[in-house]
């Protein structure tokens, strides 16, 4: 059994329902300051929830919004999260909030890691919230099961805030924040969508398998809640 799994009729509406847990955990932070920090992923599960959050009325210029992982491509890029993310999430009112990019030119991915590592460690309050989403191989970030450091992105007690990434999966280096910064959040949402992705989190929860996700739905830091559509 899944704990705090939430199934919705369709897509929109957990996406929009995810959306509302996230304004009302920003406007939280917002009100006890000073800012509030956002995580949230790329790919294409996220896109309905961010344009229902990015009409949301609340001060997004106190808001920094950080990626949960990026390729190593300058945001111009088509496959850059940073540049999905400035145009599904920030526009309306939320175009003022800060986006804590990755790329940097010139840099490679570890100078690019250690740089986010740096910004990183100077954030000393929880994020207010973080948006993960889920791959069909139990992916969440960048944490992919071939990736060769994947114990050290799920242990809980690194240090490190994120890690450079190489995994078959992606013609591009990635960064990914460690699971051990994902969960020092005060609301840790996972939105995923389809009977595919429901076996895997059913299967996760119940110990089969070796996903990656297991070690997010294990961990007793912050409860992850599940938004789950067809």
């Known amino acids: 059994m899944i704990e705090n799994f939430h199934e919705f009729g369709d897509r929109m509406t957990a996406s929009e329902a995810a ?3 996230i304004r009302a955990a920003l406007v939280t932070d917002l009100e006890q300051g000073p800012g509030a920090g956002l995580v949230v992923s ?3 599960t996220p896109v309905d929830c961010f344009a229902a959050l990015s009409r949301a009325e609340l001060d997004w210029s106190g808001v920094s919004v950080y990626l949960s992982d990026e390729r190593c491509v300058p945001p111009s ?7 999905m993310v400035r145009r599904t999430l920030l526009s309306g009112p939320a175009a003022a909030a800060e986006m804590v990019g ?3 030119e010139g ?3 570890d100078g690019l890691c250690e740089a986010l590592d740096r910004r990183l460690e100077a954030r000393t309050r929880p994020f207010a919230a973080v948006l993960l989403g889920m791959g069909a191989d139990g992916h ?3 944490l992919f099961p071939d990736f060769s450091g994947l114990s050290a992105g799920l242990d809980l007690a690194n240090p490190a805030h994120c890690l450079p990434v190489a995994t078959a999966a992606s013609p591009h280096p990635r960064i990914s924040l460690t699971l051990s910064t994902l969960v020092r959040t005060r609301r840790l949402i996972l939105l995923a ?7 895997v989190l059913e299967d996760a929860a119940e110990g089969r398998g070796a996903y990656p996700v297991q070690a997010l739905l294990a961990q ?5 809640t599940i938004a789950w559509a067809p």
Do not use: I, L, Q
């Open 107 to 109: 840099e490679g991915v």
């Open 77 to 83: 890029h088509e496959d850059s999260n940073e540049a």
């Open 19 to 21: 959306a509302e847990a």
């Open 193 to 199: 969508f389809g009977e595919a992705k429901r076996s």
């Open 140 to 142: 969440f970030a960048s």
């Open 102 to 104: 990755v790329w940097r």
């Open 220 to 224: 007793d830091r912050t409860p992850v």
């Open 42 to 44: 790329g790919g294409s």
